[in-house]
């Protein structure tokens, strides 16, 4: 991570997006209230600004819109999964056959593992159990045959999270 | 119409008596820590809807706050069962 | 009857609904980690339709017909989808932190043909 011009750059993101949420969620826009609002985001931006944001960072502003696209295809996931999970919970015989499985992907970065690990877990029959970073392996714990063969077989989620952060 | 928001409320406060029943009984520690998860996911929705009945905006507040602490708390229990402490 | 309180039913029927089978799934499966698919999945999507709907009354009701209310009443859905957003990120984080848990500790999977645990 870059030393001091990171450093600056992390504290003035987080304490723009600390107030903005002040703003927000107070409603009431009179002088005491704004002074605090701006010494309670200095505090937090100074103590914690390298929670939020990691070093510098290239090409944000496309990766973000291509995340802001990716996330309308999720959605649309979660409301089938969960119709999945409904007609397996309420039949009378209960088609379930656990199992474990586990695989490599091409993604090495915080954000790229985070996002396929939620949405592992978001979609259907499947649930991530470990990720290890360094090979970006994930074991993966599945409810029936057809969703663990849609993430071992097809890959079409690691395709399309890879397409987001450039990472193939 | 605000009729149906009781109803509502009313089966919420009905699955969370159900799902006691898992956090009694379940065998071992871990279907319990699932059940507690369970039961403070559904006391967030009931706090909006009370909030929204009898209109004290400020609901919206608290539930906001009980969302991250009812996280933070799971991630805690399971942090502790996994190694023997939270902090090393 | 206005048009919106037919789609604010409709939300809120489908989020009880999606509890009702988080619930029933907890109590049905027959081992932690298949409770735990039932509960991550169906609870999350079932309070985020519950909240949307209590968000579209608000709108319809408060805002667009009254427009004389005071700033904190207009700041309300914001509010609102700030706990949307939240919900979508923690659940299934603290689920699979429970269950990564569990893993390491060594509670066994339920193969088909076992017993009830």
Known sequence: MNAKSGKGFGILVTFCIMFLFWLLLSGIFDTFHIIAGIICSAIVAFISHDLLVRGKGEKMLSKSFRFFIYIWWELWQIVLANFDV??????????????????????????????????????????????????????????????????????????????????? | MIEIFLAIALLIAFTILLSLYRAVLGPGVFNRVAAVSVIGTKTIVLLVIIGYYFERPLFFDISLLYAILNFIGTLAFAKYLERGEVWS | ????????????????????????????????????????????????????????????????????????????????????????????????????AAYKTGVKPWKKGDARM
């Not at chain 1, 009378?92 to 592992?120: G, H, Q, W, Y």
């Not at chain 3, 789609?7 to 619930?23: D, W």
């Not at chain 3, 907890?26 to 709907?53: Q, S």
């Not at chain 3, 608000?58 to 919900?87: D, M, N, Q, T, W």
């Open chain 1, 86 to 168: 409904a007609y397996r919970v309420l039949h009378p015989k209960m088609p379930i056959d656990p199992r474990i499985i586990e695989f490599d992907t091409s993604l090495r970065s915080d954000f790229a593992l985070v996002t396929l690990a939620n949405s592992i877990t978001l979609t259907p029959g499947t649930i991530t159990i470990l990720v290890e970073p360094e090979r970006g392996k994930f074991w993966v714990h599945a409810i029936a045959k057809k969703p663990a063969d849609a993430l071992l077989v097809d890959k079409t989620m690691q395709s399309k999270v890879a397409d987001v952060y450039m990472e193939w």
């Open chain 3, 1 to 100: 009857m206005v048009i919106i309180d037919v789609i604010v039913t409709l939300f809120l029927a489908a989020g009880i609904f999606f509890m009702f089978t988080g619930v029933i799934g907890l109590l049905r499966l027959p081992d932690f980690y298949t409770r735990l698919h039932a509960t991550g999945k169906c609870d999350t999507l079932g309070e985020v339709l519950i909240i949307v709907g209590l968000l579209l009354d608000h709108i319809y009701y408060y805002v667009y017909l009254l427009p004389e209310a005071p700033l904190s009443v207009k700041l309300v859905p914001v509010k609102l989808i700030f706990l949307i957003v939240f919900i979508f990120l923690a659940n299934p984080t603290a689920t699979h932190a429970i269950m990564k």
